[in-house]
């Protein structure tokens, strides 16, 4: 089968459930980004695209602080039309060509997989879905990243194309200016060959990986100052082990599994291992290999998180996704036990369950976290002219700022959100008194005040307890209205 010919990549002769399937997903999509409000990275999105492409890839490199790949392609789209939808639509759309790639990549590593299954696999895992509906790169990610691994399989393991060889190093370059986490699965892909002993390959994938470098240089600079701007942040050895691998567990995991207590999910997780357990499967040289692409990468993300103190999230480690599909068709296709089949559609229930409850958990309000069209909705109804509504934090400002059309003046606090340079600790409170100056009775004239919280409240390291502290010292609370992932008092000077 050569190389790059998809038309020979036949899904089953009777395809229109699949037809009407992949309508029914991406007519969802459709819905959602036309529905969803948005939040404050896709609000950095539309200020980093808003003044061309020039102005984008410069604002990527510096506030961003990300390869400009993807805000170059949104800038350019954003000249058809700057809707949120139209923004959100150019995700959806990577997700397109998806399917093809991920059959070819299921024909050569598992023939004797069903490529429908895979697809069904991967375009319905928690991430990918909410991928499609976000005004980032993550869905170009997922793009590039399956090709790059079908080029490595054709090319590399067990594969000898030269010309998926060379399509590999394109893709790569490309690679590494979407994300330069690419890097580490370049690196991976290294060491599998090294555990495959292929060692003609090896020295093409080493000449490959030094041009990609050298095509790096021109960014060097950039990159330096990211790394020791976010060397700055200071975390301990455990913090940064649990750094490195949370970013990957979601990819394995229902969403909520980390901060969830529930004993179901405990049973379901030991009833998929004892499953594939109980399945023998066959770990050879070549699983091996793939695995080691992902125990490398994963290496070195615990290590930046452990040493460079640099903060690492799913967005990132989504470059180990396909190399973790590999090893998944290539575990699952290799099961000796008689009752093998039994184990996988064990396994398949098990991994429905556990992604449909997933995505109720993520879409099932019909919001998102901070839900700030229906914030700005009651706010618009409630809040007068001489009130003042104060955000907290920032970044809650920005998609707040979107929908609220009141009179009444809003502050973020402590202050807005920098879109020229990304400073994480402007954007926390660092005692009573900063708060004090922002929002006691005395600085408002005391009026009467509408607190919106959110994100900022939930998690750690953002000072919110001495907004607490104000708050029951010089206020009193007329009302609160809760909404899914914010809250809204209503504040009267004592």
Not at 57 to 80: D, G, K, N, T
Not at 87 to 96: A, I, M, N
């Amino acid at each position: 089968m050569a190389f790059g010919k998809l038309s020979r990549e036949r899904f089953p002769k009777n395809s229109l459930p699949l037809i009407v399937g992949g309508v029914a997903y991406f007519a969802t999509l459709l819905y959602l980004i036309f529905t969803l409000p948005t939040w404050g990275d896709e609000e950095y999105t539309f200020a980093t695209t808003s003044g061309g492409v020039l102005y984008a890839i410069a604002h990527a490199f510096s506030f961003e602080q990300q390869p400009p790949l993807y805000f170059a392609l949104v800038a350019l789209w954003r000249s058809f039309g700057s809707a949120v939808w139209w923004v959100r639509l150019l995700s959806v759309l990577f997700l397109v060509p998806l399917p093809l790639v991920i059959v070819a990549i299921a024909r050569r590593v598992a023939p004797q997989s069903r490529p429908a299954v895979v697809v069904a696999f991967v375009m319905l895992q928690t991430f990918v879905v909410w991928a499609a509906v976000e005004a980032r790169g993550y869905t170009l990610d997922l793009l590039i990243g399956s090709c790059l691994t079908l080029a490595f399989v054709a090319g590399y393991l067990p594969g000898s194309s030269r010309r998926a060889r060379g399509l590999f190093f394109l893709v790569s370059l490309i690679a590494v200016y979407q994300q330069y986490y690419f890097a580490f699965v370049l690196i991976g892909m290294t060491a599998a060959l090294i555990v495959a002993r292929r060692w003609t390959g090896l020295w093409a994938l080493l000449a490959s990986n030094v041009l990609v470098l050298l095509a790096l240089l021109p960014a060097a600079q950039v990159i330096h100052a990211q790394v020791g701007e976010a060397s700055s942040l200071h975390v301990g050895v455990i913090k940064g082990i649990t750094n490195g691998l949370s970013g990957y567990l979601p990819f394995l995991l229902p969403r909520d599994w980390l901060s969830s207590r529930h004993l179901v999910y405990d049973v379901i997780f030991v009833g998929a291992l004892a499953a594939l357990a109980f399945a023998r499967p066959q770990i050879d040289r070549l699983v091996l290999a793939y695995a080691s692409i992902v125990a490398v990468a994963l290496m070195l993300f615990v290590a930046v998180g452990t040493f460079g103190g640099i903060l690492v999230y799913s967005r990132h480690e989504v470059v180990l996704f396909f190399p973790s599909l590999v090893v998944l068709l290539l575990v699952l296709t290799r099961l000796r036990s008689p009752k093998a089949a039994i184990a996988r559609r064990f396994l398949a229930a098990i991994y429905l369950v556990a992604t449909f409850g997933s995505l109720i958990t993520l879409f099932g309000n019909g919001t998102r976290d901070g839900d700030w069209i229906r914030v700005a909705a009651f706010l618009n109804r409630s809040v007068s002219a001489r009130d003042v509504v104060v955000v907290f934090g920032p970044e809650e400002t920005m998609p707040l700022g979107r929908y609220y059309k009141g009179s009444a003046e809003m502050r973020a606090l402590p202050h807005p959100a920098s879109l020229v340079r990304y400073d994480f600790s402007a954007l926390v409170l660092h005692g009573d008194g900063e708060v004090e100056a922002a929002i006691a009775p005395r600085v408002l004239g005391g009026r009467r005040v509408w607190l919106v919280t959110g994100y900022a409240c939930e998690a750690t390291g953002y000072g919110c307890e001495y907004l607490r502290n104000v708050v029951a010292r010089d206020y009193r609370v007329l009302q609160e209205q809760r909404f899914f992932g914010s809250e809204v008092q209503e504040l009267e000077p004592r």
